[in-house]
């Protein structure tokens, strides 16, 4: 992994934020030679689809839209 101080980070922020992203490798910058931080590529993650995502994995008996529940509930008039 590369590093680079702190100093020459300020200075050359944006050239180094395009190389990191042109080269894919992270970046440690250094103060004093201690690791202060890492700088990585940005990736895109591609969004989890929430509708069908079951299909196939479910099976369903019997009808789910006309039941029969008249004799559940007793209603007083």
Known sequence: MKTVKISEFKAKCIEVLKQV???GEPLVVTLR???IATIHPYEASTPTRILGKLRGHITIY???VHTDGEDDWEMEV
């Open 33 to 35: 030679n201690d690791p």
């Open 62 to 64: 019997g009808d789910i």
């Open 21 to 23: 992203k042109a080269t």
